[in-house]
C-alpha cells in the first residue's frame, strides 16, 4: 500500500489508455474494471492514494487529453475553449454504479482532524482525495452525458460541492475545478442542469451573500475559521467568484433561462452596478491612469507616470 506504488500503478494505466492498441485500452474502460477499480479505492481498510489515483484513471479515460498527476493537472478548458470531450457510455456507467458512494466521502460534518493554518485553522482539512474526487466531478460534466447529468442532480452532487467552494475559501486549486464545473452546468445544453444551479443551489444568492461578507467569519461551524486574537482576513474566492459572475452575464445575454433568473434578483442587479462593474472597471489595466505603453525597436515596454 506505498503511495509511491499507486501512483506508478495509474501512470501506467494511464499510458495505456492514451496509447495502447484499442483492444487493450478497451478492457481498461470496461465496466467491469471500472467496478472492480472502486471496489478495491471505496475500501475502508485502503489508504486514500488508492482512491486518488484510481480516479487519475477515470480522468484520463474520461479525456485522454488531460493529465492530472501531481499537486496540478496541465490540461485547463482554455486550452480547448471549454469544448465537450467524448467518452464511451458504457465506460460512463461503470463510473455513475459508484457516484454515490464516492460522494459520501464529499462530507466533513463527522471529521475530527485540525490542520492549523497561518489565518486559523482548518477541521478537517479539504484532503488530496476530497478534491480528487471534485476534479472527477468536473471532467465527467465535460462529456455530455445525460445520464451523468441526471445523476448528479438526483445526488444533489453539485450543490455539496458549492457548498465546499465556500467552506474551504483559501484553497485555489478547488475553486479552480468548481468553477470549471458551474461553467460546465451553465453552458449545458440541458436546461434542468441550468435550472439546478441556479434555483435549486441559489449560487447566484450564494454569491450575493459572499459578497456580504469578504472577511473569514469566526464562530460560524464551518471547517475554516481565523485565528484567535487575530484580524480575520479577506477571503480567497473573489477572483474566481468575480469570473463566474462575469460568465453569467455573458451567458445572458444568449440564453433566456439565466437571463430571466438574473432578471429576477434584484440585490444580483444593484450588486452589479455597484460593485462589479467598479472591479471589472479596476481590473481593466487598458484604462488605468498610472502610464501609456510606448514599444521601443528593442521590444522592451517603457511604463510613463
Not at 121 to 147: D, M, N, W, Y
Request: aromatic letters at 8%; one cysteine or more.
Amino acid at each position: 500500500d506505498s503511495p509511491e506504488v499507486h501512483t506508478n500503478t495509474a501512470e501506467t494505466l494511464c499510458a495505456i489508455t492514451r496509447f495502447a492498441p484499442a483492444g487493450l485500452s478497451a478492457k481498461i474502460s470496461s465496466p467491469s474494471f471500472i467496478g472492480r477499480l472502486f471496489s478495491h479505492a471505496l475500501e475502508d481498510s485502503r489508504p486514500k492514494s488508492v482512491l486518488v489515483n484510481s480516479l487519475s484513471i477515470c480522468i484520463s479515460l474520461l479525456d485522454p487529453r488531460r493529465i492530472s498527476f501531481g499537486a496540478y493537472h496541465s490540461y485547463n478548458r482554455q486550452m480547448t475553449n471549454g469544448s465537450t470531450v467524448t467518452a464511451n457510455p458504457e465506460t460512463i456507467e461503470g463510473m455513475l454504479e459508484s457516484l454515490g458512494d464516492l460522494l459520501k466521502l464529499l462530507d466533513v460534518s463527522s471529521a475530527e482532524n485540525l490542520l492549523p493554518t497561518t489565518y486559523g485553522k482548518l477541521q478537517p482539512p479539504l484532503g488530496k482525495h476530497r478534491l480528487k474526487i471534485v476534479e472527477f466531478i468536473s471532467v465527467l460534466l465535460t462529456v455530455g452525458s445525460e445520464a451523468a447529468e441526471k445523476k448528479l442532480i438526483d445526488y444533489e452532487a453539485v450543490q455539496r460541492i458549492i457548498n465546499l467552494f465556500f467552506e474551504y475559501p483559501y484553497n485555489n486549486f478547488l475553486h479552480h475545478h468548481v468553477e470549471n464545473i458551474i461553467i460546465s452546468c451553465l453552458e449545458s445544453k440541458s436546461s434542468s442542469l441550468q435550472e439546478h444551479i441556479l434555483r435549486d443551489c441559489d449560487f447566484v444568492g450564494k454569491i450575493i451573500q459572499a459578497e456580504k461578507h469578504l472577511t473569514l467569519e469566526a464562530g460560524t461551524n464551518k471547517p475554516t475559521s481565523p485565528a484567535e486574537g487575530k484580524s480575520p482576513p479577506r477571503i480567497g474566492s473573489i477572483g474566481h467568484l468575480t469570473r463566474i459572475s462575469n460568465k453569467l452575464i455573458q451567458l445572458g445575454n444568449t440564453n433566456s433561462v439565466i437571463q430571466e433568473h438574473l432578471q429576477g434578483i434584484s440585490e444580483w442587479t444593484d450588486w452589479y452596478m455597484n460593485v462589479l462593474s467598479n472591479r471589472n472597471a479596476v481590473g481593466n489595466v487598458s484604462q488605468w491612469a498610472c502610464g501609456y505603453v510606448v514599444f521601443l525597436d528593442l521590444h522592451v515596454f517603457l511604463f510613463h507616470g
